[in-house]
């Protein structure tokens, strides 16, 4: 749409700038007419649940993180990943330091 509106060959500085204006107020036109239609047209509940998560019920957050702190195979997962993200941040954040001897640079890499 913005190249229907804008002339790419127009050297009118003036010209160029009323149709930038108006490819914006057509924009915003567009969204706005959008977001009306949302705030107008949803309900604020589907007639059905979307998922099975959705119906079911909620406990309270230092309650389930009681619970997830007294499962094994949590736990597990929990070190798996913290020990991979923790390796992989060490060497990301000393990589420069282990390079300088060799002269590789940020701009060497490009």
Do not use: C
Request: no cysteine.
């Amino acid at each position: 749409m913005p190249s229907i509106i804008v002339d790419e060959t127009e050297m009118d500085k003036e010209k160029t700038h009323r149709q930038v204006l108006l490819l914006m107020a057509i924009e915003f036109g567009l969204s706005f007419v959008g977001a009306l239609l949302v705030v107008l047209l949803f309900r604020e509940k589907p007639p059905k649940p979307p998922s099975f998560g959705a119906e079911s019920v909620k406990i309270p957050f230092k309650k389930s993180l009681y619970v997830m702190m007294n499962n094994k195979s949590f736990l597990w997962l929990l070190l798996a990943f913290s020990v991979t993200n923790g390796v992989f941040n060490f060497f990301g954040s000393l990589l420069n330091l282990l390079l300088k001897p060799f002269n590789y640079t940020d701009v060497s890499s490009m």
